[in-house]
Nanobody, 115 residues
């Protein structure tokens, strides 16, 4: 069974940084498009950042210039470097993997940004 395991969440003060990691197992990681989504309390899940199998990235407007997504295919891992964090970034962050009709989700990692 495919597994996506997130790590790196936690509590940080506004203006601080965190790096999320998502390690995949039992899948051909390099062919999947990977993404980070987040869901704040009372809100819908939204795409924060994505990276294709070829390394092309895209970002939600509110995180452009602050967040960076990257992948290491040798380690089956995708990262989300989050800088200049704001209280409105508080959410559960989910890792997503997608290839054609296949889609998998991690269980999420809580990021809390205090003001």
């Amino acid at each position: 069974q495919v597994q996506l395991v997130e790590s790196g969440g936690g509590l940080v003060q506004a203006g601080g940084s965190l790096r999320l990691s998502c390690t995949a197992s039992r899948m051909s990681f390099s062919i999947y498009a990977m993404g980070w989504y987040r869901q704040a309390p009372g809100k819908q899940r939204e795409l924060v950042a994505g990276i294709t199998s070829g390394g092309v990235t895209n970002y939600e407007d509110s995180v452009k210039g602050r967040f960076t997504i990257s992948r290491d295919n040798a380690k089956n891992t995708v990262y989300l470097q989050m800088n200049s964090l704001k209280p409105e970034d508080t959410a559960v962050y989910y890792c997503n993997a997608r290839y054609m009709w296949l889609e998998y989700w991690g269980k999420g990692s809580l990021v809390t940004v205090s003001s």
